[in-house]
């Protein structure tokens, strides 16, 4: 495991407010920053939204950019 960031550019529809507190998202929590840090599957991320990105940091055990576009059925070019 080791510490991974992935940035997802200019994305228009990945509210973190809306996913992590819509009462249907457990485990994760808001940060002072605004950022939400949760785990899942051995893996601890943190995602934030900073204008059109969305910032992916954490701990993971394989590919932090896999790992997410698996868990939040991310579709990208």
Known sequence: MKEQEYILKNVKSFEPK????CGQCFRWDKEEDNSYTGVFR????????????????????????????????????
């Not at 809306?18 to 507190?21: G, P």
């Not at 701990?59 to 932090?64: A, D, F, H, Q």
């Open 42 to 77: 051995n893996n601890v991320l943190n995602v934030k939204k900073e204008k059109d990105n969305i910032i992916f940091k954490g701990i993971c055990k394989g590919n932090i950019e896999e790992i997410c576009k698996e868990y939040f059925d991310l579709e990208t070019d």
């Open 18 to 21: 809306h996913i992590f507190e």
